[in-house]
């Protein structure tokens, strides 16, 4: 009887070391994405994530601040963010944690950021972020903006005191928020003037203007990096090969985000349906 549970004890050994997955075995599965709450990235973030999973990783996705984001992944809480808006726009995170980062590759080579206003506001004499002052009151003394923390609300900020913006105030909210707001407004032909970006839906669903900005506050131009932590390379080297290759065509990622932030389609439906739309890009990648 003794020797009969010494050989069951030892065939259950052997079982689990050939069949189980440890807790350590799962963790060098699993990568771990950080992204802002912003459309754009939402959805980038789950094409990634559909096509690491078919490759048999396990995904997390995490929204944070942009600032917590890059703070966990200095930390090694997080692998990956796919939404570095570098030089200007994250310059002060960059700053911060750059030592312990690694800028992987543009997976976005052309943006905007900075003040829109609608085309009548912009034809009426509004066309630099200077004009905004002359006529704060029309702008009922607010710039509608996005989260605060987020790059371009801190831009916006500093922009109020470079060009004198006494008389405004940047109205921080969320970036749906931000969308109908400007919606509202623009439907009724009132004024507003609101924080935005390029890549983005609002270029298409409004008809709009951006304000110069000759005092390059927003910056002359980021471009979107793919950064991850110090040693993930070593960690997930095919993971990482992949995403030295993974870029996006700044209109495929407006078009995400009107299907997903303006349409309401989930973010990984719309992300599905261009994976299998593009099967052919992606073995490029993989």
């Given at each position: 009887m003794v020797i009969s549970l010494a050989i069951l004890a030892l065939l259950l050994g052997s079982v689990c070391m050939s069949g189980c997955i440890s807790s350590d075995d799962e963790e060098k599965n699993n990568v771990k994405f950080g992204l802002?709450?912003?459309?754009?990235?939402?959805?980038?973030?789950?094409?990634?994530?559909?096509?690491?999973?078919?490759?048999?990783?396990?995904?997390?996705?995490?929204?944070?601040?942009?600032?917590?984001?890059?703070?966990?992944?200095?930390?090694?809480?997080?692998?990956?963010?796919?939404?570095?808006?570098?030089?200007?726009?994250?310059?002060?995170?960059?700053?911060?944690?750059?030592?312990?980062?690694?800028?992987?590759?543009?997976?976005?080579?052309?943006?905007?950021?900075?003040i829109a206003v609608p085309t009548y506001v912009y034809e009426s004499g509004v066309t630099s972020i200077y004009d905004l002052q002359e006529y704060a009151a029309e702008f009922d003394n607010r710039i509608v903006g996005i989260e605060p923390g987020a790059g371009i609300s801190n831009s916006a900020e500093e922009a109020k005191v470079?060009?004198?913006?006494?008389?405004?105030?940047?109205l921080f909210s969320s970036t749906p928020s931000m969308m109908a707001e400007v919606d509202s407004?623009?439907?009724?032909?009132?004024?507003?003037?609101?924080?935005?970006w390029e890549p983005h839906s609002a270029f298409a669903m409004f008809d709009i203007q951006k304000l110069d900005d000759p005092e390059g506050i927003f910056g002359g131009g980021d471009v979107v990096y793919t950064i991850?932590?110090?040693?993930?390379?070593?960690?997930?080297?095919?993971?990482?090969?992949?995403?030295?290759?993974?870029?996006?065509?700044?209109?495929?990622?407006?078009?995400?985000?009107?299907?997903?932030?303006?349409?309401?389609?989930?973010?990984d439906e719309v992300a599905q349906e261009w994976v299998d739309n593009n099967q052919e890009l992606i073995d490029e990648w993989i």
């Open positions: 802002p709450p912003w459309p754009g990235v939402t959805v980038k973030s789950e094409v990634v994530r559909i096509i690491l999973e078919d490759e048999g990783y396990e995904v997390e996705l995490s929204s944070l601040d942009a600032g917590v984001v890059y703070a966990q992944m200095a930390e090694g809480e997080l692998d990956v963010c796919l939404a570095g808006w570098l030089p200007v726009t994250h310059e002060a995170y960059w700053d911060e944690y750059g030592d312990q980062l690694e800028m992987v590759n543009i997976n976005i080579d052309t943006t905007w950021l900075g470079v060009y004198g913006l006494d008389d405004i105030e940047v407004l623009t439907e009724n032909g009132e004024w507003v003037a609101f924080t935005i991850t932590r110090a040693g993930f390379a070593e960690d997930f080297p095919e993971v990482y090969a992949f995403l030295q290759k993974f870029e996006v065509d700044p209109d495929v990622q407006s078009e995400w985000i009107l299907q997903y932030s303006d349409l309401n389609r989930p973010a």
